[in-house]
T-cell receptor, first 112, second 110 residues
């Protein structure tokens, strides 16, 4: 039973570029959350998707957007990248009504 | 002030020692998670608590809902326990999102 799969594992982008990160949730999970973890800090909530709609959003600018597909997989898009967007981006999935989150291994984004 | 406070921030222990990591939060929640993160980033869920105490192997987690406090204990610590331990809460005004503490960096020396 596959857990949460994130791709790519690492990438390097230049300031001003756009990036798309991908997440496939654990089998049976229908809710996907995205988190940003800067070096040495705890993860910060970006947003959560359920039934292809954004249900909750953290304190992130509109440059951060997302999408959920009918198969429950999700994308995180970041436009106009800033150096400060360099971080580990984590995806976590949940079955509606459940309590246990499953985390992916993350995508490490470096903006130069 | 963080909504979820962990202490200590850094902890170095000798192999075999009993370790306690603490977590305090400020609002009513429905669940508290203890998570482990190794270098490279992947997060593993250790426990999810809504009340009382849970035990898994050498790990014990407790929560006091009234005092808004939880502890993670590691008995007979081992170098392979070296990792970052993170407390996260959900529910109440947070809804389904997880609100994380900053983490405790644990190093167990042999």
């Amino acid at each position: 039973d596959a857990g949460v799969t994130q791709s790519p594992t690492h990438l390097i982008k230049t300031r001003g570029q756009q990036v798309t990160l991908r997440c496939s949730p654990k089998s049976g999970h229908d809710t996907v959350s995205w988190y940003q973890q800067a070096l040495g800090q705890g993860p910060q909530f970006i947003f959560q998707y359920y039934e292809e709609e954004e249900r909750q959003r953290g304190n992130f600018p509109d440059r951060f957007s997302g999408h959920q597909f009918p198969n429950y997989s999700s994308e995180l898009n970041v436009n106009a990248l800033l150096l400060g967007d360099s971080a580990l981006y984590l995806c976590a999935s949940l079955r509606t009504g459940g309590y246990g989150y499953t985390f992916g291994s993350g995508t490490r984004l470096t903006v130069v | 002030k963080n909504e979820v406070e962990q202490s200590p921030q850094n902890l170095t222990a000798q192999e075999g020692e009993f370790i306690t990591i603490n977590c305090s939060y400020s609002v009513g929640i429905s669940a508290l998670h203890w998570l482990q993160q190794h270098p490279g980033g992947g997060i593993v869920s250790l426990f999810m608590l809504s009340s009382g105490k849970k035990k898994h192997g050498r790990l014990i987690a407790t929560i006091n809902i009234q005092e808004k406090h939880s502890s993670l204990h590691i008995t007979a610590s081992h170098p392979r326990d070296s990792a970052v331990y993170i407390c996260a809460v959900r529910g109440g005004e947070y809804g389904n999102k997880l609100v994380f503490g900053a983490g405790t960096i644990l190093r167990v020396k042999s």
